[in-house]
Antibody, heavy 120, light 107 residues
Framework: EVQVVESGGGLVQPGGSLRLSCAASGFTFSDYYMDWVRQAPGKGLEWVGRIRNKANSYTTEYAASVKGRFSISRDDSKNSLYLQMNSLKTEDTAVYYC???????????WGQGTLVTVSS | DIQMTQSPSTLSASVGDRVTITCRASQTISSRLAWYQQKPGKAPTVLIYEVSSLQSGVPSRFSGSGSGTEFTLTISSLQPDDFASYYCQQYNSYPLTFGQGTRLEIK
């Protein structure tokens, strides 16, 4: 079964840092691009960023709202995706989803999400 | 950035109804449009990709159409399991963007 599972969410103070992880299984992780998408409580979906595969030099793309604060990385040997979040703001409070994607591709499947709460 | 505008934001309908949700892009996105369904407390799942391709396992009452900047998701005969939120997404250019969502409610 193709599956992605997020972990690492929690409560963090404004200005703090947090690292989310996403474990993939059931597919050749190294072949795919991977995305992070978030959803603030009661709000819609917001794309956070993408990391390409090794064939595309692991290059990344980010939403303007997180560029310079968030960093996406991956470890193909561990079938894992990461989201390093620094300088967190209260408006970063959201459920964070990872999802498999590709070049000019939609997100599928999505993980169950992990909640990040930024509050003092 | 490409803005995706969905309408309506909320739709009240009954089991058996035919419903249509519209998504307009602020510029052309070729055929790079997907539709997702999200139920409360759950992750989104893809229904339609490339405007009109039905994801494996998705019931045939769901269909997508459109081109250029205007796209529609149609549910031909609503079933109880279809009451959920729906989002369109363009993946033609960065940043990828979603519509604001349509909440489909039971009338």
């Amino acid at each position: 079964e193709v599956q992605v599972v997020e972990s690492g969410g929690g409560l963090v103070q404004p200005g703090g840092s947090l690292r989310l992880s996403c474990a993939a299984s059931g597919f050749t992780f190294s072949d795919y691009y991977m995305d992070w998408v978030r959803q603030a409580p009661g709000k819609g979906l917001e794309w956070v960023g993408r990391i390409r595969n090794k064939a595309n030099s692991y290059t990344t793309e980010y939403a303007a709202s997180v560029k310079g604060r968030f960093s996406i990385s991956r470890d193909d040997s561990k079938n894992s995706l990461y989201l390093q979040m620094n300088s967190l703001k209260t408006e970063d409070t959201a459920v964070y989803y990872c999802a498999r994607s590709g070049s000019y591709s939609w997100c599928d499947p999505w993980g169950q999400g992990t909640l990040v709460t930024v509050s003092s | 950035d490409i803005q995706m505008t969905q309408s309506p934001s909320t739709l009240s309908a009954s089991v058996g109804d035919r419903v249509t949700i519209t998504c307009r892009a602020s510029q052309t996105i070729s055929s790079r449009l997907a539709w997702y369904q999200q139920k409360p407390g759950k992750a989104p799942t893809v229904l339609i990709y490339e405007v009109s391709s039905l994801q494996s396992g998705v019931p045939s009452r769901f269909s997508g159409s459109g081109s250029g900047t205007e796209f529609t998701l149609t549910i031909s005969s609503l079933q109880p399991d279809d009451f959920a939120s729906y989002y369109c997404q363009q993946y033609n250019s960065y940043p990828l963007t979603f519509g604001q969502g349509t909440r489909l409610e039971i009338k």
